[in-house]
């Protein structure tokens, strides 16, 4: 399974843009990267997926380089709501038994 | 649409006692997967359940054992709790189905789990 290190916490202010990098570097062939959001008392949520290049959604835009070894995901001019932990994951879900190993994720703190 | 569902939400146990947890999921969904996460961790993969059968198993002891019932529902036991085991113990739905696409979790809200 890819192990994935991401920053343990990051800073920002209401209107900016937030960018969390995830490094993967032994993320193999089949393997997608998969970005969740977690609030305090509550289940991961699903934010974005991709395999290579961009994705872009309502929520945030996940780039992601040619040689795949890492992964950022971008949320536009974030709220205050979205103070959270974001989580990054490797792995391929289709594969038999596939168990999807979070990390410690990256804690937001939006301020006002 | 539901989405996963899980009960009960807050469960309080002392050591040594035996406790179950159920998980609904997602309405088309046929695979279950268990987390625990203990405060301020990130979740930990106990283990998952597809076909009524376990696939796959995370570093978790014996204790901890499951089910999946024809309807795709899931119960998590846990035998002879130990304080350590208090956690949010998260179930997550997902489709094995479909082997063209790369499915997403979905997750309940959890059952907070306190051993006394």
């Known amino acids: 399974l890819a192990k994935t290190t991401q920053p343990i916490s990051m800073d920002s202010y209401e209107g900016q843009e937030v960018n969390i990098t995830c490094s993967h570097n032994?993320?193999?062939?089949?393997?997608?990267i998969t970005w969740y959001q977690q609030f305090p008392s509550q289940g991961p949520r699903f934010i974005i997926q991709?395999?290579?290049t961009k994705v872009t959604n309502e929520v945030a835009s996940l780039f992601i380089p040619a040689d795949r070894k890492s992964s950022t995901l971008s949320l536009p001019r974030v709220s205050l709501s979205d103070t959270a932990v974001y989580y990054c994951?490797?792995?391929?879900?289709?594969?038999?038994?596939?168990?999807?190993?979070f990390g410690g994720g990256t804690r937001v703190l939006v301020k006002p | 649409d539901a989405g996963v569902t899980q009960s009960p939400t807050h469960l309080i146990k002392t050591r040594g006692q035996q406790v179950t947890l159920r998980c609904s999921p997602k309405s088309g969904h046929d695979t279950v997967s268990w987390y625990q996460q203990a405060l301020g961790q990130g979740p930990q993969f106990i283990f998952q359940?597809?076909?009524?059968?376990?696939?796959q198993r995370g570093n978790f002891p014996d204790r901890f054992s499951g089910h999946q019932f024809p309807n795709y529902s899931s119960e998590l036991n846990v035998n002879a709790l130990l304080l350590g085991d208090s956690a949010l113990y998260l179930c997550a739905s997902s489709f094995q189905g479909d082997p063209t696409t790369n499915e997403k979790l979905f997750f309940g809200s959890g059952t907070q789990l306190s051993v006394l």
């Open positions: 991709g395999y290579k």
């Open positions: 032994n993320i193999a062939t089949n393997d997608y």
């Open positions: 359940y597809y076909e009524e059968e376990e696939r």
């Open positions: 994951l490797v792995g391929d879900m289709q594969a038999a038994g596939n168990k999807l190993t």
